[in-house]
């Protein structure tokens, strides 16, 4: 059963910053590409980030140099460092794994960007 749990998520000043978690089970981690998606009140989902099985990475225009992803594939785990967040990053937060035309999603975890 393949399950992707995310954590980390909370409320957070403005300028401040949060280390999100993923942690996967049942896939052969290191072949995946890992990637995190948001989805913000009345908002579409998109795109963060992404990393790559070879640790390629892109991201949304609007999160660079204020975002990292990484991943620890001895922990099967993929992270999203922020920092210097704003009010517009607040959204659920998801994880997804990719391989070839196979995905999976993780549960979700809120982040909250208010003084």
């Known amino acids: 059963q393949v399950q992707l749990v995310e954590s980390g998520g909370g409320l957070v000043q403005p300028g401040g910053s949060l280390r999100l978690s993923c942690a996967a089970s049942?896939?052969?981690?290191?072949?995946?590409?890992m990637g995190w998606y948001r989805q913000g009140p009345g908002k579409e989902r998109e795109l963060v980030a992404t990393?790559?099985?070879?640790?390629?990475?892109i991201y949304t225009d609007s999160v660079k140099g204020r975002f990292t992803i990484s991943r620890d594939n001895a922990k099967n785990t993929v992270y999203l460092q922020m920092n210097s967040l704003k009010p517009e990053d607040t959204a659920v937060y998801y994880c997804?794994?990719?391989?070839?035309?196979?995905?999976?999603w993780g549960q979700g975890t809120q982040v909250t960007v208010s003084s």
């Open positions: 990393i790559t099985s070879g640790d390629n990475t």
């Open positions: 997804r794994a990719q391989w070839i035309r196979t995905f999976y």
């Open positions: 049942g896939i052969i981690f290191g072949v995946f590409d």
